[in-house]
């Protein structure tokens, strides 16, 4: 996947971003913990990277610029100031308490953004100019915080010198500081109330953007007052905030860039699972830890491996019966979809359904009684449906195709007609619940095509030999037969003939042996046709094939033996090919090939005709092929129109 180019003006402002933030920690490091310097630097180069990255796919979006202008102001009117100020503090630099005093009080001026974003998002446009009073009520507020807290005479203890340089005595700081934090908490608690009260108006897409949204907001709204309440009670809240500022704009940025946005619903779940065992877990915990503990001692080693064990098992047994339940709430279609497809699962296991129900099972989880599961078994060939009937690879009505993979190998698709994009969204959960039984149900729908391709060939092949008899008892009848007939006749004729006329029993006795001796040979040809004679081997039975061919064959054999049976078949390939080159081909040279290949014994026939065999009901290729199939072989007919015919088989043998 090609990275995002990021347009010029966002790029440069992630670039100051990133500079600001080195400088600031070049003159922070060492002055104040590390954690804290790290952690602001992070927080709004991610910010303003996710700006520039929305900005790269919608230059004019609103939510882009202003997490920009939030990570950008974040860098150089705080983070860099407050570094200047205890640089210039411990080195005695020049314009130190007046960078101490701007790092004092301008991340206030970052509040305002917040509520902005908070009534502009998803579309950038506030619901309403009624929501605009809440903007200037934050400004307002924003204002006299700032007044309160930078000019306030006691905020001195903050400076290196132990005073505000910019204080104003008399003025009535503490009011304005009250007064202004109120006024902000107004703002932002509407603000809030208008991501929810969207939340609830929306649907579709939208809806999905502002679970994202409200998601990872509540978050933030719990995470930083929890962190500030607990943060000298434990370290275990001080990762809270780093997290839920850097889960926000990534959040932010999902759901206006649509990447993963259907995910919302897991994610939700997962932490509201995770949420729910980790409270349970601990009061597991802590109420054996107090109960054991009452007994054994508090403290005591037993009191905690006792106390872990018992959360371990409890989560043992929680988690899956939680997970259903949360999913049940918050994602009832996944929920039901999962619930149908395992209920057919386990049915199948039970032996109480046949694996090619599935089908049914999907049409039931996915809502669409016109699902079609359509079975791949052969890479070159047509899918079939659960029946083994081939369908049309094709799509109609606007539905839609997904391929169905399980351990890397495609076992079929799934054409069917989604209707939200939530549907959409849970095939894939579907399938993969449901790919045990699908492969079973491929595999059978395989063997019950091969069965009846088996039965198919075998019938083709007692055709062709019933066939097969009959022509040569055809050929006895009319030809050997009859002339053996009109010997005896002739004999006999002879016989009435002897006497005084010897010079003409002579003449009829004298066509009689040649009669004789023509069905001797034409004996011969069938017998050499029904048993080829390889008792030398299979090359000098092809060069004698060759010598009686009415074409000139190149003949190119190993002259190693193969099982005779292997020997037979292959003839018999020769023979066929041959036979067709003659009568089909029109070609002006044959070449019979022979070779050992990877334990295979590989006969082709080239020919140089005139192209275009297809094997067709009642064709010698037909019947060839049953016979090559019948061995465990495999024929391949290369035939272009005008460029000759190349017929090639391959049998299993020994090597």
Same mark, same amino acid.
């Given at each position: ?240 905030? $780093? ?25 939700? !779940? ?19 830890? $107090? ?36 999913? !049940? ?18 049915? $199948? ?242 070449? $019979? ?25 009642? !064709? ?36």
């Amino acid at each position: 996947m090609a990275l995002p180019t990021l347009r010029p003006l966002p790029g440069t402002l992630l670039a100051v971003t990133v500079l600001g933030e080195l400088g600031a920690l070049g003159l922070s490091w060492g002055l104040e913990p590390a954690y804290d310097t790290l952690f602001s630097a992070l927080v709004a180069v991610l910010t303003v990277g996710v700006g520039a990255l929305i900005l790269s796919r919608h230059p004019s979006h609103v939510i882009g610029w202003l997490l920009c202008v939030l990570g950008l102001a974040n860098a150089l009117a705080a983070d860099l100031p407050q570094g200047w100020g205890l640089r210039a503090a411990a080195e005695g630099w020049a314009w130190g308490p007046a960078a101490e005093w701007l790092g004092l009080w301008t991340f206030l001026l970052l509040g305002v953004v917040w509520v902005l974003i908070f009534l502009l998002f998803p579309s950038g446009h506030l619901p309403n100019r009624r929501w605009s009073t809440v903007v200037w009520l934050d400004v307002a507020g924003t204002a006299i915080l700032a007044a309160g807290w930078a000019l306030d005479p006691d905020t001195g203890r903050y400076f290196a010198g132990g005073r505000n340089p910019y204080a104003v005595p008399g003025l009535p700081t503490d009011a304005l500081f009250w007064g202004g934090l109120v006024t902000i908490a107004v703002a932002m608690v509407t603000a809030l109330a208008a991501v929810v009260g969207r939340l609830r108006r929306s649907h579709g897409v939208e809806r999905q953007q502002m679970k994202w949204f409200a998601l990872s907001s509540g978050f933030v709204v719990a995470a930083l007052p929890t962190g500030a309440a607990l943060w000298n009670f434990t370290p275990l809240v001080h990762p809270l905030p $780093l997290i839920a500022l850097t889960v926000w704009p990534i959040a932010i940025g999902v759901a206006i860039l649509r990447y993963r946005l259907y995910d919302v619903d897991l994610v939700i !779940s997962r932490a509201f699972t995770g949420a729910v065992l980790t409270v349970v877990l601990a009061l597991v915990y802590v109420g054996s830890t $107090l109960v054991i503990g009452a007994f054994a001692g508090f403290g005591s080693p037993w009191a905690t491996a006792v106390s872990t064990l018992l959360a371990a098992t409890a989560f043992k047994l929680l988690h899956q019966r939680v997970q259903r339940r949360v999913d !049940s709430a918050f994602r009832p279609m996944h929920h039901a979809a999962l619930s149908r497809v395992g209920e057919f699962i386990d049915a $199948l296991r039970a032996d109480q359904v046949e694996p090619e129900q599935v089908v049914e099972a999907l049409r039931s989880a996915l809502g669409d009684p016109l699902l079609e599961l359509r079975f791949v078994l052969y890479a070159d060939e047509p899918p079939v449906d659960e029946r083994g009937r081939p369908v049309a690879d094709h799509l109609d009505g606007g539905r839609e195709s997904y391929v169905v993979e399980r351990g890397g190998i495609t076992l079929g698709q799934i054409v069917w007609l989604p209707r939200t994009e939530e549907q959409r969204r849970l095939l894939p959960s579907v399938v993969a619940a449901a790919g045990l039984a699908i492969e079973m149900a491929r595999l059978r729908v395989e063997l019950r095509h091969r069965l009846d391709e088996v039965e198919a060939s075998r019938a083709r092949i007692v055709t062709v030999a019933d066939e097969e008899r009959r022509r040569i008892e055809r050929d006895l009848h009319d030809g050997a037969q009859q002339r053996l007939v009109s010997i005896g006749l002739a004999l006999r004729h002879a016989q009435h003939q002897l006497g005084p006329a010897e010079a003409a029993a002579s003449r009829t006795l004298d066509d009689a042996i040649a009669q004789i001796t023509q069905a001797i040979d034409e004996l011969r040809e069938l017998a050499q046709g029904l048993h080829p004679a390889l008792e030398a081997g299979l090359r000098p039975a092809l060069h004698e094939l060759a010598t009686r061919a009415p074409l000139p064959v190149d003949v190119v054999a190993t002259a190693e033996r193969f099982p005779s049976d292997v020997e037979t078949a292959a003839y018999f390939v020769a023979c066929e090919g041959l036979t067709n080159a003659v009568k089909h081909a029109r070609a002006q040279r044959v070449v $019979l090939r022979v070779a050992r290949e990877n334990g295979r014994c590989v006969v082709s026939v080239t020919d140089n005709g005139v192209g275009g065999a297809r094997p067709h009901n009642g !064709s010698g290729l037909t019947g060839l092929s049953d016979r090559v199939a019948a061995r465990g072989g495999s024929l391949r007919i290369d035939s272009t129109t005008g460029h000759g015919t190349t017929l090639t088989v391959e049998f299993p043998c020994a090597s």
